[in-house]
């Protein structure tokens, strides 16, 4: 069987490094950092009191009240990058076969503020049980490719996702499969996230993920460094309009990349803790390079997931050490996680768009916030500290895991 060749040919971002694409990428290519104390609630009692929040972002600019009072925020973020890749990839959608355009959404959390605030007004009730008729439709991680393919009309298959923080990074590889094997000409494909809240905060708190460098929240989030204690979480929306190669060249749309493989597998380890040795990151990315029929030496770049964990980043860097072997410090690696902080849901999508974009623009986002080398991380390997980096990227690869032991990772190529 042939399959179909796949590419990119629209991108919408919402960061805490930028609102939209030409934003997000200059935060990417100068370190921007998009760590600070959190300002959506009060964090006296809180043991982390900063995040990645969004910056200068009002709902209210993109969607009517009457629209977004409906949605949790992980939607309404859903929505406006959403409507950037649209209006991005030029498509005329009076004349596409709108049963033929699909959306495959990721998303974490899903609507965690949402349940939230309905229980905590339950709890202050006097028993009786008075929920907002909204609450279910607003909080279910399904919702939110259920708004766009309502907002546009689009009548092909639609499902989310949740994988943790590879649920977008699924939501690609699915949408891969999908296009390349003819079931659709376009896929909107992304992820998002909205857990700053209080309840978001103290869960990961309690596990003792979260970093608690209250004194320095801009640099907090700092992969690879020896001295990280843990991620900083984000939050935003990425998507990514999929198309086939044909139907998108028939149009003269302009292509960004090719996505030409999709790797999953899974640690079958620990419910949150990574393999040490990076055992299911190898099998993912084996199964990755397999899919795409091509060799290690052939990549160029690699954004890693790279959460500033103690353990992850060393079974990350171990895998890719392991699997890339003497071509390993020919690649350009990254986490531009030490910017945008842990997006969760939406990791996949923006980083995917990061990658596609550094194809584009020849340069490799940097690792920021190094300081201190780590012993247990290979020393041969290019981290891409502190400085972007210029580089000819032919291939790049993105990585992205989840709890439960859950590894996705895709690749991308440049074009003609």
């Known amino acids: 069987m042939i399959l179909k060749r796949v590419v990119v040919t629209g991108l919408g971002a ?31 009692k809180s043991k982390t009191k900063f995040a990645c929040e969004l910056k200068n972002f009002d709902i209210s600019d993109f969607l009517d009240r009457k629209e977004h009072r409906k949605m949790d925020r992980f939607t309404q973020y859903a929505m406006v990058s959403t409507e950037e890749a649209i209006n991005d990839s030029g498509l005329d959608l009076d004349s596409i076969d709108k049963l033929r355009v699909g959306v495959i959404w990721g998303s974490g959390i899903g609507g965690i503020e949402t349940f ?70 376009i896929i909107v494909a992304g992820g998002s996230e909205a857990g700053v809240n209080i309840t978001g905060m103290a869960g990961f708190n309690a596990m003792r993920a979260l970093s608690t460098r209250n004194d320095s929240p801009s640099t907090a989030s700092r992969p690879f460094d020896a001295t990280r204690d843990g991620f900083v979480l984000g939050e935003g929306s990425g998507t990514l309009i999929l198309e086939e190669y ?48 091509i060799k290690a030496n052939e990549i160029d770049a690699i954004n890693t997931h790279g959460t500033s964990t103690p353990l992850g980043d060393v079974a990350e860097l171990k895998a890719i050490s392991n699997i890339f072997g003497e071509h390993a410090p020919n690649i350009n690696i990254n986490s531009t996680k030490s910017m945008t902080g842990h997006m969760l849901g939406a990791s996949g999508a923006i980083e995917a768009i990061s990658v596609i974009l550094s194809i584009q623009n020849k340069l490799v986002p940097p690792t920021i916030n190094h300081k201190n080398i780590d012993e247990n991380i290979d020393q041969n390997l290019n981290l891409t500290l502190n400085t972007a980096q210029n580089r000819e990227i032919n291939i790049a690869m993105s990585n992205t895991f989840g709890f439960g032991g859950h590894n996705a990772c895709v690749l991308f190529k440049k074009t003609d």
């Open 116 to 185: 939230q605030n309905e229980i905590l007004n339950f709890a202050a009730g006097d028993g009786t049980p008075r929920f907002n008729p909204f609450f279910i439709p607003k909080m279910i991680g399904d919702i939110a490719p259920g708004h766009i393919a309502i907002k546009y009309g689009f009548m092909g298959l639609n499902y989310a996702t949740v994988s943790a923080c590879a649920s977008s990074a699924n939501a690609l590889a699915d949408s891969l499969n999908y296009i390349r094997l003819g079931y659709c000409d």
């Open 246 to 293: 044909e139907h998108a060249k028939a149009r003269g749309a302009k292509i960004y990349a090719e996505l030409i493989g999709a790797g999953l597998s899974c640690d079958a380890y620990h419910i949150t803790a990574p393999h040490p040795e990076g055992s299911g990151v190898k099998a993912v990315i084996r199964n990755c390079l397999n899919d795409a029929k």
């Open 14 to 44: 919402l960061t805490p490094i930028g609102n939209n694409i030409g934003d997000f990428w200059q935060g990417l290519a100068s370190g921007k950092s998009g760590g600070a104390p959190i300002t959506y609630y009060d964090t006296s």
